[in-house]
């Protein structure tokens, strides 16, 4: 029996035999933080963010505002490390925020413990609903990676960061075709954290209001049901692409994680999978700012590409 749709399982998504209740609820990730309330979670991830990047603008060497395209929101920031040298590897994090919310000027919560380790980051803009659709978002942040190999062609490799819809949008890059802009990016490494890979449950929730995603939309930019039928392979073997999700991120984004990383190994890719002892939906990404944190170091193995 060949192996299709979700890792051979037959039937219809297990998504669509929730209420329309308890689908908001498990799109809902800070009602599923548990030692603080849903309010104080999104609070202190956007007092986290906004802290850890006027330390970073204050401590590294930047470009900030730089521009990838001739849209007013198409800019990115760059921090380098210590000694700044363009033959670096580069990390580039796409921000959360259900493609609605989300700035980068609050989430360069990697910055610090990668640039100290030789990593040069770049944090994405993108433009946020209803500016942006999903087909938009998916442009622009192709662009900027195309932006950053042309910019930086000596790099050691491209890794790219995203956090649940910034993890959608880094994984809608496992699917892009670079011919048409003249350049194929060094892509080594996906890190995708508590990630949305098929977006068609999205589009019965409160989320769609400002999205306006029609169910061809949700199709098209669903790297889960694109990856299904893909015949592509990856480009390079060693590209490695790391699924993780937080242990108390709720069942519908545990079931999406899960199912992507083994349509991944089905397609042939290079993937692990990671649930993260102890972290919600918001810590799992804040505590990027410290060195000693469990995904900190994965990710820096990864890129330092120690065993
Ligand atoms: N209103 C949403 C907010 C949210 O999902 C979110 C907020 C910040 C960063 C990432 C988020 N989720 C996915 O992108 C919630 O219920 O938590």
Not at 71 to 84: A, T
Not at 244 to 266: A, I, M, N
Request: net charge negative; with cysteine; glycine share 8%.
């Amino acid at each position: 029996r060949p192996l299709a749709g979700r890792g051979g399982m037959e039937g219809p998504a297990p998504w669509k035999r929730l209420s329309k209740e308890e689908l908001e609820d498990q799109y809902s990730p800070s009602r599923w933080v548990i030692r603080r309330g849903a309010e104080e979670a999104l609070r202190t991830y956007s007092h986290i963010g906004d802290e850890a990047t006027k330390k970073a603008r204050a401590t590294r060497k930047s470009l900030l505002h730089v521009s990838y395209g001739d849209g007013e929101g198409e800019k990115l920031d760059i921090y380098f490390p210590e000694g700044v040298s363009e033959a670096s590897p580069f990390c580039l994090f796409f921000h959360g925020g259900y493609w609605q919310s989300g700035s980068k000027d609050t989430s360069a919560f990697m910055v610090n413990p990668l640039t100290e380790q030789g990593v040069t980051v770049v944090v994405v803009a993108y433009d946020i609903a209803p500016k942006g659709t999903l087909d938009q978002m998916v442009d622009q942040v192709t662009r900027s990676i195309v932006f950053v190999q042309k910019q930086y062609p000596c790099n050691e490799g491209i890794y790219l960061c995203g956090h649940s819809a910034g993890a959608h949008l880094a994984a809608m890059m496992l699917l892009a075709n670079w011919t048409k802009h003249g350049v194929t990016p060094n892509l080594k490494g996906f890190f995708l954290v508590s990630g949305i890979y098929d977006l068609k449950p999205i589009v019965y929730t409160s989320q769609n209001a400002p999205l306006l995603m029609t169910l061809e939309d949700a199709q098209r930019n669903s790297p889960q049901l694109l990856l299904e039928v893909a015949l592509t392979r990856p480009l390079d073997p060693a590209c490695h692409v790391l699924v993780s999700v937080g242990q108390h991120d709720s069942p519908e984004f545990h079931r999406q994680s899960k199912e992507f990383y083994q349509t991944l190994r089905q397609g042939g890719w290079n993937a692990s999978f990671e649930e993260i002892h102890d972290m919600d939906h918001f810590e799992i990404i804040w505590n990027l700012t410290q060195k000693d944190y469990v995904l900190t170091q994965m990710i820096l193995r990864t890129i330092l590409q120690e065993p």
